[in-house]
């Protein structure tokens, strides 16, 4: 098949190094507004460039890749949805949510499938995690607790523009935990610190923030999150049930030091980037979308899936900012 990409930025070249490994894919179709990430693409891939978006969408692709700023997904994703070209959206579908909601209703009836990126649900290790929970293996869930702790602060003009720690970095554990736990998300209360970098300060943001979700069933899940951690990139997940526990992460590569006697694990050289350690499961996820292409599957992570995770995060921000419980049916009302 032929797949346009739309934004040859740091994901949407990686994107197109994966596309272009993937048997199903044939030939790539790129456009960026900046001239040398394009030509850059085309050494590389292949891949034929156009200048605008709308090239893309009327050079026969099959489908097209959504990795371009922000600002930019809602119209990116409407004008393919137009052009009956199935969409693969990296999060989030837009800077706001009464943005996406908007784009959620423009689409409604369609039947062009869009698929948004997170790759989480694609890491063998929270899929294996998810299908025991499904199975029953660990009996009823009292407790879920993930982290994502990140080895250093992206630029400052990222962090500006990123919508706060929560809508940017902790999305991702809020969409695993539904998507683990099959349980929606009733209540949050949210804490936050800024002890590092000033220009994370400066733009209103918290660099360290703690969350405690209650689910709909009652299931406590503890989530964690820092710009700060020295040994590396760290995401991992328990799941505890009141028959069994399982985690994700606690493999030799997990950038933790044990200080128990004689303790060897992990032995292995620690995460340091978000591309290394879910480098397979972005893979996977390409993989997916091409089978959605293809028309052999739905959408595995749809518009309603990424805007149920952009509630949570509202409602962890407006816990932060009043220090007080808030329900995500409080923020979805507006």
């Known amino acids: ?117 997170f790759n989480r649900r694609f890491d063998a290790a929270f899929v294996a995690a998810r299908a025991a929970v499904r199975r029953g293996e660990l009996g009823k869930l009292h407790t879920v607790r993930s982290t994502t702790l990140d080895p250093a602060p992206p630029p400052a003009a990222y962090i500006a523009a990123s919508g706060g720690i929560f809508r940017d970095c902790s999305v991702h554990d809020f969409d695993v935990i539904r998507w683990v736990t099959g349980r929606e998300v009733s209540e ?15 733009a209103g943001d918290a660099d360290t923030t703690g969350a405690i979700l209650t689910l709909d069933d009652g299931t406590i899940a503890v989530v ?29 590569k997990l950038p933790l030091r044990s200080v128990e006697p ?25 993989t997916a979308f091409t089978e959605v292409v293809a028309g052999a ?4 992570c749809t518009i309603e899936d990424a805007l149920e995770a952009g509630w949570i995060a509202e409602a962890c921000t407006l816990s932060l900012r009043e220090h007080r419980p808030v329900t995500v049916a409080e923020v979805r009302r507006g």
């Open 188 to 202: 949050v209360y949210a804490v936050g610190g800024n002890r590092g970098a000033d220009f994370i300060r400066e």
């Open 1 to 117: 098949m032929r797949i346009g990409i739309l934004g040859l930025g740091r994901i949407g070249a990686f994107h197109a190094e994966t596309l272009a490994s993937l048997d199903a894919v044939d030939s790539l179709v790129v456009a960026d507004p900046f001239a040398d990430a394009a030509r850059s693409a085309a050494e590389r891939f292949g891949a034929e460039i156009v200048d605008l978006p709308e090239a893309v969408l009327a050079a026969g692709v099959d489908g097209v890749v959504v990795a371009a700023a922000t600002d930019a997904h809602p119209s990116l994703i409407l004008a393919a949805v137009e052009a009956g070209v199935p969409v693969f959206c990296e999060k989030p579908v837009a800077r706001t949510m009464a943005e996406g909601v908007e784009v959620l209703k423009a689409i409604a009836g369609r039947d062009v499938p869009v698929q948004i990126g």
């Open 297 to 300: 599957r739905p959408s595995p």
């Open 262 to 286: 004689g303790a060897t694990f992990p032995a292995g050289t620690p995460h340091d980037f978000f591309m290394d350690r879910f480098a397979t499961a972005y893979r996977t996820e390409l």
């Open 224 to 252: 964690s999150n820092s710009r700060h951690n020295a040994r590396g990139y760290d995401v991992r997940m328990e799941i505890h049930g009141f028959t069994d526990s399982i985690a994700v992460g606690l493999e030799d």
